[in-house]
């Protein structure tokens, strides 16, 4: 028998072990229970995790108790991790107010569970985070059924909805949008610790969940069926995990080191002990050991549909996690161990029973839970001394015929081997498995050589890409030097031509003033002859009137005008300037 739930948050761990006679078998003289006894302490459950769905538990009889339901931690951690990221909360809220989204663009839960998967991943890709948000709290409200019939009656419709779908497969699964594929998982498993922000598993991861090929548990997430049990139930139970789920209820829970589960012997299955009461897995037959004698308090395994004792794993249970319990969890294991051996005609079954009533009476009357643990861990020590001399004098006092010890020696014997037999093919598996995994690894080193060689090689040709680079930026460089030059050669080529261009407009300009001057002399020296000539025919016109009685001061008016143009010098073309004016002197 196993002293704890299949869903001990190693999971790893939880594979490999064997039912507790196994390892017995394998460490003689030590005590070891199906599970590893690990610590109490509430800080090594996972604290990302989701309270317990009330939706389980609505209509469930009154004899069902906590162990027959799938239940999660508290959400106290997170409670206090919320309220410490109270402002990123308040920023996501204003960033709501701002990013408004259409009521042609929304899309409702019920949307999500009936539409095509393609389709609203295309919707949900153009929708904002803070409405995908507002989508995932109001399916966990639903979830915890605070709202009584309404949300469990909402949940029911969604569920089918999402389960009466044939196209919801892999492989169109794998168009989904994140959130999406949140939300169909935690519609179609009930569970609302999918949509929480702390818990990421990968798309794959998801998916495998949704189609049943990965256990729902997400402190186990072992591939289906786990460790390749090939039994009926694992084979034909969607989504069951024989390593943290019950065979009765198909639930799981964060319970370890307690008798609240019971471990089969022979194919490590694990069952409430609430549920093996209720459904009657739990009750008096013959010796499990040699299938003879008296009749004892039993386990039968739905799964394999063999018996094992309960005694003796209620023993290991006990000596291992007393001294771990508190005074509540000490009493509750007490009333597990009452409820289980209630009904038991064994006399040791009958003094257990009674003797957890009697410490139960006196827990209740104030007990220390130290003294409790010692008075009952004496009494399996009486108990086990009874039965040494019961065995030695026979059931009736007396000593054993040799052929009755030859029997039980045989039964000893034929029990060893089969324990041994069962070691060796748990081994075999283990050995094949881990060789399985070592082939793995070694095909992923040499995946990983491969692509360090890749990288390698990439590097090197970046290397050389990055040699070329430098070699061209060095090249412009150059050229960019060498056009720098050239370009202030022509600069100081185009200075001279400019200043050549400058000399000979200068000179033009001198030239054109020359010519310009001696056109304008040319043109005077012709308007002098020509009004000197005009003189003289005038002079020698009035002369002739004089003679015949002309007017004498108009005469000398002309001749006055003689002598002045006589007296009028035009200067040559040395001493004359282009920006000075002609200047008139007269002769001496």
């Not at 006894?37 to 004899?63: C, G, K, M, V, Y």
């Not at 663009?105 to 991943?121: G, H, N, P, Q, Y």
């Not at 006399?347 to 130290?370: M, N, V």
Request: glycine fraction near 4%; hydrophobic fraction near 35%; include cysteine.
């Amino acid at each position: 028998m196993g002293t704890s739930s299949g869903s001990n948050i190693n999971h790893q761990h939880m594979s490999k072990m064997l039912p507790p006679r196994q390892q017995q078998q394998q460490q003689p003289g030590s005590l070891q229970t199906s599970l590893s006894l690990i610590s109490l302490d509430p800080h090594t459950l996972p604290n990302a995790q989701e309270p317990r769905f009330n939706l389980d538990n609505i209509h469930e009889s009154p004899t069902e108790s906590a162990s027959s339901r799938e239940t999660w931690p508290t959400a106290d951690a997170i409670t206090a991790k919320k309220m410490g990221n109270g402002k990123t909360e308040n920023d996501c809220t204003e960033q709501s107010v701002i990013h408004r989204v259409s009521n042609a663009d929304k899309i409702t839960l019920r949307d999500i569970a009936r539409e095509r998967v393609d389709v609203i991943s295309e919707k949900m890709h153009h929708l904002p985070d803070e409405f995908l948000d507002e989508l995932k709290n109001q399916l966990k409200t639903i979830l915890e059924g605070n709202g009584g019939s309404q949300n469990r009656e909402e949940f029911l419709i969604l569920q089918k909805l999402v389960q009466s779908r044939s196209d919801l497969t892999a492989k169109t699964l794998i168009r989904a949008h994140r959130a999406q594929l949140e939300i169909l998982v935690a519609i179609n498993m009930g569970i609302q610790a999918f949509l929480h922000p702390n818990i990421s598993l990968s798309q794959t991861s998801l998916i495998e969940v949704f189609v049943y090929k990965r256990c729902r548990n997400i402190a186990c997430q072992s591939q289906l069926p786990a460790d390749d049990c090939s039994c009926e139930i694992c084979a034909n139970r969607n989504g069951f995990c024989n390593l943290c789920m019950c065979v009765i209820c198909n639930k799981f829970d964060f319970e370890v080191n307690t008798c609240r589960w019971i471990g089969c012997d022979f194919c490590s299955h694990w069952t409430h002990t609430d549920c093996a009461i209720r459904d009657g897995q739990i009750c008096m037959g013959p010796s499990a050991k040699s299938g003879t004698g008296p009749t004892e308090m039993l386990f039968h395994c739905r799964a394999c549909n063999r018996t094992s004792e309960l005694l003796g794993w209620v023993k290991d249970v006990f000596q291992h996690c007393v001294p771990a319990w508190d005074r509540e969890a000490l009493m509750r294991e007490l009333d597990f161990v009452s409820r289980i051996f209630r009904g038991s005609d064994d006399p040791r079954g009958k003094k257990l029973f009674l003797k957890c009533e009697d410490l139960l009476e006196k827990l209740r009357g104030g007990l220390a839970e130290s003294m409790a643990g010692r008075s009952i861990l004496m009494f399996f020590q009486e108990l086990d001394t009874d039965s040494s001399t019961s065995l030695e004098n026979g059931e009736g006092g007396g000593l054993i015929a040799p052929q009755e010890a030859c029997n039980r020696i045989s039964d000893v014997v034929q029990e060893a081997i089969k324990k041994m037999e069962m070691v060796a093919d748990e081994k075999m598996r283990m050995f094949k498995k881990a060789r399985l995994a070592l082939d793995a690894c070694e095909r992923e080193l040499e995946d990983k050589a491969k692509e360090v060689a890749e990288l390698k090689l990439e590097r090197q040709k970046k290397k050389l890409q990055i040699e070329e680079l430098e070699k061209i930026v060095r090249l412009k460089h150059a050229e960019a030097d060498m056009f720098q030059l050239k370009a202030n050669e022509a600069k100081q080529e185009a200075e001279r031509l400019q200043r050549i261009a400058q000399a000979k407009s200068d000179k033009s300009e001198e030239e054109y003033t020359s010519s310009y001057l001696k056109l304008r002399l040319s043109e005077a020296e012709a308007e002098k002859k020509y009004l000197f000539e005009k003189i003289k025919l005038q002079e020698s016109s009035h002369t002739s009137q004089s003679s015949n009685g002309g007017d004498p001061s108009q005469i000398l008016t002309y001749a006055k005008i003689r002598d002045l143009l006589h007296g009028y010098n035009i200067p040559s073309k040395t001493d004359s300037h282009p920006n000075e004016r002609h200047k008139f002197r007269t002769n001496p």
